[in-house]
């Protein structure tokens, strides 16, 4: 069949409308139900996918029931499902049922969310999720703001260019920032567009655990100074992407006081365990920054494209960012009450992305958040018990931190050399990468191989870390 269309007004009627939502929503509930006992893994060849799916651009309708039946078996199953339980490779995104019927209806209602005049209630919701975001960091609401944006990599641009334009007034010359080696690709990529030289980044090496050193860091400081240099920023971990280090932000942050340096802090990954009293622990001094990126996608368990960028004091995103257009002159307004978020970022035209945070915090409750991120470290805790209950397999290499747990897989031999446990652990990543019951993902700490476990999603079970360890091992024997 195919729908019954107003061509010249790409309309339905409401009757086919209704009939065809039902039908998409159906998909979304059948795919949660039983994504447990889905392949995890489903990839295809561009070759299989082009034979598939290439086709010219159709002129006539296409038949309705034909379509769903492509998308649901034959598009959507293939990926590597990110929310699946038994995903815990990079970073994983669970999402949630509420976000993501929230996501439909910003489509929908479609607000335009770069000035206040055009949906102002959209904006205050916006304004009042950013408040929260803000309050969990240990920022002031009012004097602190922020916005959301697609992602981490965009919330550290807009925060980096902030941190420029207060520091340096825009002239980067001589211009150098600090970080690990164990910071973030979004960092670097975000400073080359901005128009820095890779050599005006710092890249320290960590210490023994992962962590940003503050002493080498001042001695780098006084090197550049001494040579002439404008320091003006320290980028530091909440959360790191390869271990889940956090580093020392009291520290960084007491450097930045006396070196009049802008502190960043790239809280990505880690900054929602805030939420829990383990989290504010590891996280303390997180509320000193200048600047915070985070991801709700991630441990907010939201859908992709929900990013989120604060700033200690709102009207540095407005001195950065704010600049007016003749086109503009009727949604200005004088009411400095009123946030145009067109103004504390890049974009103009932008989406309603706060409506996904502020729906599914209200209907769940903060406590349910709060219980979701406990679990995701109770379940890497778990996870480190179990391989250190079989240490003539497995070796811890960093223990459970902000649900991130390294560790290498020993061979029977395991007195073999370092280079041979390396192949043999690089070995067994491929198998599991190929593998559809269970996947991980594997970094380097202190320049070896190691595997990774990332235990965020609220809807893995104990007996599904069981499962994939006791997976892992059988690969290893193959």
Request: charged share 25%; net charge negative.
């Amino acid at each position: 069949m195919t729908l019954p269309a107003d061509f010249d007004r790409l309309d339905l009627a409401p009757e086919d409308a209704r009939a065809l939502g039902y039908r998409f929503i159906d998909m979304v509930i059948e795919r949660w139900r039983t994504l447990p006992d889905e392949p995890l893994n489903r990839t295809a060849s561009r070759a299989e996918m082009e034979a598939l799916l290439r086709e010219p651009v159709p002129e006539e309708p296409a038949d309705l029931d034909a379509m769903l039946h492509l998308l649901r078996d034959e598009v959507l199953p293939r990926q590597v499902s990110v929310n699946h339980p038994r995903f815990f490779a990079f970073v994983p995104t669970p999402s949630n049922l509420v976000s993501i019927f929230a996501e439909a209806l910003i489509a929908g209602y479609n607000p335009f969310m770069g000035t206040w005049k055009v949906a102002p209630a959209c904006a205050q919701i916006e304004i009042i999720t950013l408040d929260w975001l803000a309050s969990m960091c240990g920022l002031c609401p009012g004097a602190a703001g922020g916005i959301f944006t697609s992602g981490g990599s965009m919330a550290n641009l807009i925060a980096l260019a902030a941190a420029r334009h207060v520091k340096l007034g825009d002239d980067m010359t001589g211009a150098v920032l600090y970080a690990s080696d164990q910071v973030h690709s979004a960092v670097p990529r975000a400073l080359r567009i901005m128009g820095f030289r890779p050599k005006q980044l710092r890249v320290l090496a960590c210490d023994d655990e992962q962590r940003l050193d503050p002493r080498m860091v001042e001695q780098a400081i006084r090197a550049d100074r001494a040579a002439g240099l404008r320091p003006f920023c320290i980028i530091a971990n909440a959360g790191s992407t390869n271990t889940g280090a956090v580093d020392p932000l009291p520290e960084l942050a007491d450097l930045c006081s006396s070196e009049d340096l802008w502190l960043h802090v790239d809280g990505a990954y880690g900054a929602a365990a805030m939420l829990t009293e383990e989290g504010r622990a590891a996280l303390a001094g997180l509320d000193r920054a200048d600047s915070i990126a985070l991801d709700p996608h991630k441990w907010l368990f939201q859908p992709y494209e929900t990013g989120v960028v604060l700033v200690r004091e709102r009207r540095h995103l407005l001195e950065t960012f704010a600049i007016t257009a003749d086109y503009m002159r009727d949604v200005i307004g004088p009411d400095e009450e009123e946030v145009n978020f067109r103004d504390y970022g890049p974009q103009l035209t932008r989406s309603f992305r706060a409506l996904k945070v502020w729906l599914s915090i209200e209907l769940f409750g903060l406590a349910a958040f709060r219980g979701a991120i406990q679990r995701g470290m109770d379940l890497a805790r778990h996870a480190q018990a179990i391989l250190e209950s079989r240490p003539r397999q497995w070796q811890v290499v960093t223990p459970a931190n902000l649900a991130i747990i390294t560790f290498r897989h020993l061979p029977p031999d395991h007195e073999q050399s370092d280079a041979a446990i390396d192949a043999h652990n690089q070995r067994l990543i491929d198998l599991i990468f190929a593998d559809e019951t269970a996947m991980i993902s594997s970094t380097l700490v202190a320049g070896r191989p190691v595997l990774r476990l990332c235990t965020i999603n609220p809807r893995t079970t104990e007996l599904d870390l069981e499962r994939t360890i006791g997976r892992f091992e059988e690969l290893a024997d193959e």
